[in-house]
DNA sequence: TTTAGGG
DNA sequence: CCCTAAA
């Protein structure tokens, strides 16, 4: 028999009779997402919903202004709107210190069209159309990568959600989709020496998200962040600095009535979400002298209005901004000059190392949309601006690389390998922030508050924002080799270990996107996981798609070994049986990973990527799917 | 909820 | 990995 032949007698490994029974009912993730949406529903409205979960997240990160908590717990509602046209009539700028209120901004998605396709603007009043923000943002990366604001203005050090709490709450609905990049940091010197750190002087810090908050960490970039009104496809102009007008184009289809487009839209804005998430834009990149397209977030009002329809429907004045945050410049202070953000430079020829030297002078932060009433203080706009600053920081960041034009997911590979290497030439490269949070948005959320709260003048002196580079762009700049992965570390080795009692192969997850991810620690070890503070925190959006997490060698023989003995159509059993402390790993992606490894075990070892796994292991997957497969053929006869 | 497969 | 039809 065949049986016997495998071995698998030895084990005692019965046959299966009925390979389809199910074991145990542990669900693992929903896997509808998207449900919800109506058919009906047009893009805005995806867009929409994003937009609002975004502006969740402000919600409850920002509370109190600090100026006056009551003052705070107005709000107003801001909504963003898809207004296209607006040039960038106005910049707002935030100067550094001025006092200053938050805005929240909402993010634009970058789906499509949105807000963008809207082009009417309101009333004329609106206003802002583009804001430059300019400010030092210190904004701190926890360990997480969050960053955090910090306000200096406000006598407070605030807390770090406080900060704006005052601020008018932005409801936010759907951002998942695009991740929002921030621009965070100005530059980033390969050399990894950040430019000046600010500290955080008088302000206080906040970080930004909420939840993590407390990270606070240490250096502090400032920077200054330009918005810039672009679409998302505004390419890049290195200078960024031009506002570009918004018009329609970025959208794309409107409506989609189709059942198949707005599935396609899902997707999409789930990717789009796990990607950027936050921002729900497309990630932006973040391209050093050159521009890369800064995706924007659209709110759409709708959805996001109705809790907040509620009061008072204000008038409110669009405004969208785009921005493109120049982070810095300033803090170039080495880097100054250049205007690429990224160079490679040679330098290395000093040997020692191949170094790949470059510089990341700023990063683009997708439009944002922001609407406000029009007897709304200045020091509310800037409240509300500062709110949607935040939230997207809030969510975490994980950033990208990509290198002329495509992303490089495979954080395992050197910079080398990724063809990023000294004596080349980087001009094609290009990093994207995306914002990893997820949130729910709060329904309705506090629109109305935070119009009142307009009202209420309250300046805070919130003036700066600075923001904190983000470890991982400071490693990037130290060590050539990966400039993306701070702390990537190997939480996530480290991780498995614990659960696993596979011993991970030397993956090294060096991702910095892993390390920010959030990873679901097993109870047991958390601390390991403690290295990796995402901020996943419970659900993720909707959207999210999945960290990619390759099989380790290790996970892979806890595979092989457990479908031998239980055949390959109980992956729930297989589940339990090798993967269940293992949390992220569903049955269906065991399902999934014996597919392909069987299909890897089918190909010539030339033909195979990722990382190798051994010969014995993929000459054992055929054998049990031989075996395996001729008994489930008898069992059906 | 699981399986099983296509995408 | 995602998404879903079936079971």
Same mark, same amino acid.
């Not at 979960?53 to 990160?61: E, P, Y």
């Not at 770090?160 to 951002?175: D, L």
């Given at each position: !028999?065949?049986?016997?032949?495998?071995?698998?007698?030895?084990?005692?490994?019965?046959?299966?009779?009925?390979?389809?029974?199910?074991?145990?009912?542990?669900?693992?993730?929903?896997?509808?997402?998207?449900?919800?949406?109506?058919?009906?529903?047009?893009?805005?409205?995806?867009?929409?919903?994003?937009?609002?979960?975004?502006?969740?997240?402000?919600?409850?990160?920002?509370?109190?202004?600090?100026?006056? @908590?009551?003052?705070?717990?107005?709000?107003?509602?801001?909504?963003?709107?898809?207004?296209?046209?607006?040039?960038?009539?106005?910049?707002?700028? !935030?100067?550094?210190?001025?006092?200053?209120?938050? +805005?929240?901004?909402?993010?634009?998605?970058?789906?499509?069209?949105?807000?963008?396709?809207?082009?009417?603007?309101?009333?004329?009043?609106?206003?802002? $159309?583009?804001?430059?923000?300019?400010?030092?943002?210190?904004?701190?990366?926890?360990?997480?990568?969050?960053?955090?604001?910090?306000?200096?203005?406000?006598?407070?050090?605030?807390?770090?959600?406080?900060?704006?709490?005052?601020?008018?709450?932005?409801?936010?609905?759907?951002?998942?989709?695009?991740?929002?990049?921030?621009?965070?940091?100005?530059?980033?010197?390969?050399?990894?020496?950040?430019?000046?750190? +600010?500290?955080?002087?008088?302000?206080?810090?906040?970080?930004?998200?909420?939840?993590?908050?407390?990270?606070?960490?240490?250096?502090?970039?400032?920077?200054?962040?330009?918005?810039?009104?672009?679409?998302?496809?505004?390419?890049?102009?290195?200078?960024?600095?031009?506002?570009?007008?918004?018009?329609?184009?970025?959208?794309?289809?409107?409506?989609?009535?189709?059942?198949?487009?707005?599935?396609?839209?899902?997707?999409? +804005? =789930?990717? @789009?979400?796990?990607?950027?998430?936050?921002?729900?834009?497309?990630?932006?990149?973040?391209?050093?002298?050159?521009?890369?397209?800064?995706?924007?977030?659209?709110?759409?009002?709708?959805?996001?209005?109705?809790?907040?329809?509620?009061?008072?429907?204000?008038?409110?004045?669009?405004?969208?901004?785009?921005?493109?945050?120049?982070?810095?410049?300033?803090?170039?202070? $080495?880097?100054?000059?250049?205007?690429?953000?990224? %160079?490679?430079?040679?330098?290395?020829?000093?040997?020692?190392?191949?170094?790949?030297?470059?510089?990341?002078?700023?990063?683009?932060?997708?439009?944002?949309?922001?609407?406000?009433?029009?007897?709304?203080?200045?020091?509310?706009?800037?409240?509300?601006? !500062?709110?949607?600053?935040?939230?997207? !920081?809030?969510?975490?960041?994980?950033?990208? +690389?990509?290198?002329?034009?495509?992303?490089?997911?495979?954080?395992?590979?050197?910079?080398? *390998?990724?063809?990023?290497?000294?004596?080349?030439?980087?001009?094609?490269?290009?990093?994207?922030?995306?914002?990893?949070?997820? =949130? %729910?948005?709060?329904?309705?959320?506090?629109?109305?508050?935070?119009?009142?709260?307009?009202?209420?003048?309250?300046?805070?002196?919130?003036?700066?924002?600075?923001?904190?580079?983000?470890?991982? $762009?400071?490693?990037?700049?130290?060590?050539?080799? *990966?400039?993306?992965?701070?702390?990537?570390?190997?939480?996530?080795?480290?991780?498995?270990?614990?659960?696993?009692?596979?011993?991970?192969?030397?993956?090294?997850?060096?991702?910095?996107?892993?390390?920010?991810?959030?990873?679901?620690?097993?109870?047991?070890?958390?601390?390991?996981?403690?290295?990796?503070?995402?901020?996943?925190?419970?659900?993720?959006?909707?959207? *999210?798609?999945?960290? =990619?997490?390759?099989?380790?060698?290790?996970?892979? %023989?806890?595979?092989?070994?457990?479908?031998?003995?239980?055949?390959?159509?109980?992956?729930?059993?297989?589940?339990?049986? @090798?993967?269940?402390?293992?949390?992220?790993?569903?049955?269906?992606?065991?399902?999934?990973?014996?597919?392909?490894?069987?299909?890897? @075990?089918?190909?010539?070892?030339?033909?195979?990527?990722?990382?190798?796994?051994?010969?014995?292991?993929?000459?054992?997957?055929?054998?049990?799917?031989?075996?395996?497969?001729?008994?489930?053929?008898?069992?059906?006869?």
């Amino acid at each position: !028999m065949v049986r016997k032949r495998l071995g698998y007698s030895s084990r005692g490994h019965r046959i299966p009779t009925m390979p389809r029974v199910p074991n145990s009912a542990r669900g693992k993730r929903s896997t509808r997402r998207k449900k919800d949406e109506n058919d009906d529903m047009c893009a805005m409205d995806l867009l929409a919903t994003v937009a609002g979960k975004l502006l969740a997240d402000q919600d409850n990160s920002s509370s109190v202004p600090n100026t006056s @908590a009551a003052k705070a717990k107005k709000r107003k509602s801001v909504k963003e709107e898809h207004f296209d046209e607006i040039p960038p009539l106005k910049n707002v700028a !935030m100067e550094k210190d001025v006092g200053s209120g938050s +805005v929240s901004a909402f993010p634009r998605q970058a789906k499509n069209c949105l807000a963008e396709n809207s082009s009417t603007r309101n009333g004329a009043d609106t206003v802002l $159309e583009s804001l430059t923000v300019k400010s030092n943002m210190l904004a701190k990366i926890p360990e997480c990568g969050s960053y955090g604001i910090h306000h200096a203005g406000s006598s407070s050090s605030a807390e770090p959600e406080q900060v704006h709490q005052a601020e008018p709450k932005v409801s936010r609905r759907q951002a998942d989709g695009h991740p929002v990049a921030y621009g965070i940091f100005n530059s980033v010197d390969v050399d990894g020496k950040p430019p000046a750190l +600010v500290s955080s002087d008088s302000s206080s810090c906040v970080p930004l998200s909420s939840h993590d908050k407390e990270h606070q960490t240490s250096s502090l970039y400032r920077g200054v962040v330009q918005y810039t009104a672009d679409r998302e496809d505004d390419e890049n102009s290195s200078g960024c600095t031009h506002p570009s007008t918004i018009e329609s184009k970025g959208c794309k289809p409107q409506y989609l009535g189709n059942h198949r487009i707005r599935k396609l839209l899902a997707s999409k +804005v =789930r990717k @789009a979400a796990r990607n950027k998430i936050c921002g729900g834009i497309p990630s932006k990149k973040i391209c050093g002298g050159l521009s890369k397209k800064g995706s924007k977030l659209n709110l759409c009002g709708k959805k996001m209005s109705t809790t907040h329809q509620k009061v008072q429907r204000m008038i409110f004045k669009k405004k969208k901004l785009t921005h493109r945050t120049s982070f810095a410049k300033e803090m170039l202070t $080495e880097a100054s000059g250049t205007s690429f953000a990224m %160079e490679g430079q040679n330098k290395s020829c000093e040997a020692e190392n191949y170094h790949v030297k470059l510089r990341i002078k700023s990063f683009n932060i997708p439009e944002l949309f922001i609407k406000v009433p029009e007897n709304a203080t200045i020091g509310s706009l800037k409240r509300a601006v !500062m709110d949607v600053v935040n939230s997207i !920081m809030e969510g975490g960041l994980r950033v990208g +690389v990509l290198l002329q034009g495509k992303d490089i997911q495979d954080d395992n590979k050197t910079l080398c *390998q990724a063809g990023i290497c000294h004596d080349k030439k980087l001009n094609n490269i290009d990093f994207t922030l995306e914002c990893e949070r997820e =949130r %729910e948005p709060p329904s309705g959320v506090i629109i109305q508050e935070q119009m009142d709260f307009l009202t209420t003048d309250m300046v805070e002196p919130l003036a700066r924002m600075k923001c904190e580079e983000p470890f991982p $762009e400071a490693d990037v700049g130290d060590d050539s080799q *990966q400039p993306r992965a701070p702390y990537r570390s190997r939480s996530l080795s480290d991780l498995y270990s614990v659960h696993c009692p596979v011993q991970m192969a030397s993956q090294d997850t060096t991702a910095s996107s892993q390390a920010i991810v959030p990873v679901s620690p097993a109870p047991s070890d958390v601390g390991a996981l403690a290295i990796v503070p995402l901020c996943k925190s419970k659900g993720s959006e909707v959207g *999210q798609r999945r960290m =990619r997490r390759p099989f380790t060698v290790g996970e892979v %023989e806890a595979l092989v070994g457990a479908v031998e003995q239980l055949g390959t159509g109980r992956w729930r059993a297989v589940k339990t049986l @090798a993967f269940d402390s293992i949390d992220h790993r569903t049955y269906v992606d065991l399902k999934d990973k014996w597919k392909t490894l069987v299909h890897t @075990a089918s190909i010539s070892p030339q033909q195979r990527r990722g990382q190798p796994v051994p010969q014995e292991l993929l000459d054992r997957v055929l054998l049990a799917q031989a075996y395996w497969s001729q008994q489930q053929q008898q069992a059906r006869l």
